[in-house]
């Protein structure tokens, strides 16, 4: 019986989370498998995978071949490492407490990339953010000193005010003969 480590779908339409299943190769891709040794989900930034390390790494002492999907998955998680290590113990080319000392090497290397890439990630956030307000104050100011010009109103000139009282007679005199023409035709 050939035993696969791979990916089982579930989750909605568009939004999928996949089970890590130890299953035999011949049983459909949703259907029955012998174990679940974790989950993966593509949908988070960073993605989000939660796997039995130890469960993993004897399967895969057992024979179990993962695919191309799950390998690249283990792989990231460290498990890959963990078997290679634990084959060189079991052939006595290196101690157990060596194989410890090179993964736990190895897990501070991977924990410091991901914290560099997080910290990079959130830099270029802030900086996008950064940028956005600076080009939404720049418009603001625009938009506030187009509204300023436009709303800017020019007082006239006070001259005598013997003037004034003639431009208001002026007008009341014009619209009583406009509505007597009015009248006539």
Do not use: C
């Not at 736990?104 to 940028?131: I, N, V």
């Amino acid at each position: 019986m050939a035993v696969k480590i791979r990916l089982s779908r579930r989750g909605r339409k568009k939004l999928a989370i996949y089970d890590i299943v130890i299953a035999d190769a011949r049983a459909p891709r949703d259907g029955s498998f012998i174990e679940k040794i974790g989950s993966y989900n593509p949908n988070t930034d960073p993605t989000t995978v939660v796997l039995k390390s130890d469960r993993a790494v004897d399967w895969l002492l057992k024979g179990a071949q993962p695919t191309d999907t799950a390998r690249s998955i283990l792989s990231h998680e460290g498990v890959m490492l963990k078997k290679h290590l634990q084959v060189g113990v079991i052939k006595g080319a290196i101690s157990q407490e060596q194989a410890d000392a090179k993964f736990e090497d190895w897990k501070q290397g991977k924990e410091g990339r991901k914290q560099g890439s997080a910290d990079t990630k959130s830099q270029a956030k802030a900086d996008a953010k950064q940028a956005r307000l600076e080009a939404e104050r720049k418009v603001n100011e625009t938009r506030a000193q187009a509204i300023a010009k436009k709303n800017v109103v020019e007082e006239p000139v006070a001259e005598a005010p013997t003037d004034e009282a003639a431009a208001e007679d002026a007008p009341v005199a014009e619209a009583p003969a406009a509505e007597e023409g009015e009248t006539q035709a």
